[in-house]
Nanobody
Framework: VQLQASGGGLVQTGDSLRLSCLGN????????VGWFRQAPAKEREFVGA????????YFADSFEGRFTISRDPAKPIVYLQMNSLKPEDTAFYYC?????????????????WGQGTQVTVSS
């Protein structure tokens, strides 16, 4: 399975941005797809994830209510909608996947990773 995150860019404080995670996920398999981010000199942190079969994702507390995750069932794409962006949201954003269903939040829970996309929020 190959994953590719895209949609990053330079935005201003308060703007919204939608990232896409495109993957050649097998149509007969179920996945949990997660989003992580890594700012310079910081550890990669969990943002949120979506389990196949769920209508909404789950998030780390600091993103709940501001970010949403959705999936296009007709396409192998998972979206991360980010609203009310702040300069501290500046980071490289990665998507990852596992063929297990669960409430996974750790990097080691996901064994498929894609290249990230840079998000920069100016003040």
């Amino acid at each position: 399975v190959q994953l590719q995150a895209s949609g990053g860019g330079l935005v201003q404080t308060g703007d919204s941005l939608r990232l896409s995670c495109l993957g050649n996920l097998r149509s007969r398999s179920s996945y949990t797809v997660g989003w992580f981010r890594q700012a310079p000199a910081k550890e990669r942190e969990f943002v949120g994830a979506l389990r196949w079969g769920s209508s909404r994702g789950y998030f780390a507390d600091s993103f709940e209510g501001r970010f949403t995750i959705s999936r296009d069932p007709a396409k192998p794409i998972v979206y991360l909608q980010m609203n009310s962006l702040k300069p501290e949201d500046t980071a490289f954003y990665y998507c990852a996947a596992t063929e297990r269903l669960g409430r996974f939040t750790r990097r080691d829970d996901f064994h498929m990773w894609g290249q990230g996309t840079q998000v920069t929020v100016s003040s």
